[in-house]
């Protein structure tokens, strides 16, 4: 189930590592991320099941995921994935797992990914983009629609808001938000229901970003 949430993630738009930005430019703002070897970003996600009267309504599990990038050749990110052992209702839950996930400068992978628009967009403008979608071995169309719905602050961070509904192997709606800084996630949410699996096809995902650990500094004597 853990691999499956991480694909769904994915699905939804799991951005990666980069040292680009969302650039405001003329026609709008451009989305690009840029990948450099050895970055890493860190999240948790808490994924609450919600078919009402199923026998998992209300089951929460949280789950920590570690992105690392590997390599970057011809603009072609090599990242590793990591889902940690998670936590469901309060008890542990699962071991940890590890996927490769290419990604390019479009944030757009084979597992799926946002893929953001080739050209700037402006705020209230759509872009839309067909990924693969892996569920169970077998690989699905998903139809992503992305709505930019301008920039804000939040927790001091000036953030790009993306809006999305995605229809095909998953229905559903979600808002993420990109830091400006760098086009990564600052955070994610999306209500989501997937028919082939049963008996509980929906879920509420919340990705949060995690801040970096502080690195201890030694005095010198």
């Not at 691999?3 to 990666?16: D, N, V, Y």
């Not at 400006?180 to 970003?209: C, G, L, W």
Request: a positive charge.
């Amino acid at each position: 189930m853990q691999k499956a949430i991480a694909t769904w993630m994915l699905a939804a738009g799991i951005a990666a590592c980069c040292s680009a930005q969302v650039t405001a430019v003329k026609g709008g703002y451009l989305f690009r991320v840029r990948y450099t070897t050895g970055q890493v970003l860190r999240f948790e996600t808490k994924t609450t099941f919600g078919n009402k009267g199923s026998a998992g309504a209300g089951m929460t599990v949280q789950v920590p995921i570690t992105l690392r990038v590997l390599s970057v050749a011809k603009g072609v990110a090599t990242t590793s994935m990591t889902m940690g052992a998670g936590v469901l209702n309060g008890q542990p839950y699962g071991k940890p797992q590890t996927l490769k996930v290419p990604l390019d400068s479009m944030d757009s992978s084979s597992y799926g990914g946002p893929k953001f628009s080739p050209k700037p967009v402006k705020i209230g403008g759509t872009w839309e983009a067909v990924r693969p979608f892996n569920l169970g071995g077998q690989t699905i169309p998903l139809n992503g629609l992305y709505r930019f719905q301008g920039t804000k602050t939040v927790d001091g961070e000036k953030v790009a808001v993306v809006a999305y509904d995605m229809k095909g192997a998953a229905n559903g709606t979600g808002t993420v938000l990109f830091l400006m800084s760098d086009a990564s996630i600052y955070r994610n949410e999306m209500s989501i229901t997937v028919p082939k699996i049963d008996p509980i096809s929906q879920f509420h995902v919340i990705m949060m970003r995690l801040p970096e650990p502080k690195v201890a500094h030694k005095t010198r004597r």
